[in-house]
């Protein structure tokens, strides 16, 4: 009777394991397959659309997690190492990474309607500064006179926005190839010289 009760303990025990190891993706991993995929649909739509004016209020009006997608999927249709964030929340300030030239890049993404937040510029910029690195503050929205004074402050914070963040988008690789300058005590310096490609 021992070994029956065994032997039935041990099969159950492998259908188990078994349907653990098969089981389908977590939620988790569904919904970045499915941001992807509608990534995908917005870069071929995007081309379709009348004007630029338009391509930039279509992009206002999509879901932040897929305009962070849109963005990681831009940079890989370039050639370009992407690393994915495993979360879109809790990440910690940066929505992704790219690497140029052997060099990491880190990504914020914000999907605003209106001005982008000046705190918002300072922790990226403040987060850079921690990993020692330079990044790509790529939005949708306006730049604020505080936001522009921000960026002085963090030199390391690459602006990408309006015809920058659409040439990205049509995979035009000079749209990280035009100079980035920012004013330092007066002097224009450019931001090459500090993240350079």
């Known amino acids: 009777m021992l070994p029956v009760i065994l032997l039935l303990f041990l099969l ?11 089981r389908t993706p977590g939620a988790r991993v569904r919904r970045h397959r499915r941001y992807r995929q509608v990534a995908e649909r ?9 004007s630029d004016g338009a391509r ?28 994915r964030n495993p979360s879109y929340s809790g990440d910690g300030g940066s929505d992704g ?35 020692n690195c330079c990044g790509f503050f790529i939005h949708t929205g306006r730049t604020g006179r505080k936001s522009r004074d921000g960026l002085q402050t963090y030199p390391q914070v690459r602006l990408v926005s309006g015809q920058r963040l659409l040439n990205l988008l049509a995979g035009n690789a000079d749209w990280y190839s ?3 300058k920012i004013k330092t005590n007066g002097e224009h310096m450019n931001v090459h010289d500090r993240c350079s490609f």
């Open 42 to 50: 917005v870069l071929t739509r995007l081309p379709q659309l009348a």
């Open 97 to 131: 990474q790219v690497l140029i030239d052997g060099k990491r890049w880190l990504i914020q993404a914000k999907r605003y309607s209106r001005s982008i937040s000046p705190q918002h510029v300072r922790a990226f910029g403040e987060l850079l500064a921690r990993e």
């Open 178 to 180: 035009q100079e980035f």
């Open 56 to 83: 930039l209020n279509y992009l206002r009006r999509i879901n932040p997690y897929v305009f962070e997608e849109l963005l990681l999927l831009a940079l890989e249709n370039q050639g370009l190492k992407v690393i």
């Open 12 to 22: 159950s025990a492998a259908v188990v394991v078994t349907g653990w190891f098969n």
